[in-house]
């Protein structure tokens, strides 16, 4: 094998490696973290566990795996598990508030 040859093996091995790696190192999705949280302490305030406790516990369920691969720098899922997490927990806070009005006690 020539140096060139032996040159050029090297610096393709070097790019795939690069892009392997940028590949697998993504931004920690605080964002999503943030938005989660907070649509679970809505949800809580309008006690989204007694009035749609099916989907306060999907919520729940997805903000604790999503912490968790958060700490474990999972960040593609993490995102994933906190947008579902966020998801849940608007539908929990929708659907206990429905469930108050339709029971009459006072929605704010």
């Given at each position: ?12 091995g070097l ?68 947008r579902d ?24």
């Amino acid at each position: 094998m020539t140096v060139q040859k032996a040159t050029s093996s090297l610096v393709l091995g070097l790019v795939v490696f690069v892009f392997l790696f940028s590949a697998c190192s993504t931004v920690p999705p605080l964002d999503e973290y943030a938005l989660a949280r907070t649509a679970l302490e809505a949800a809580r305030d309008k006690d989204a566990a007694r009035y749609a406790p099916s989907y306060w516990h999907r919520a729940e369920e997805f903000y604790r795996k999503g912490e968790s691969r958060f700490r474990d720098e999972e960040y593609e899922e993490a995102e994933k598990d906190f947008r579902d997490a966020r998801a849940f927990a608007e539908k929990a806070e929708n659907t206990a508030r429905l469930q108050k009005h339709k029971s009459g006690e006072v929605v704010p």
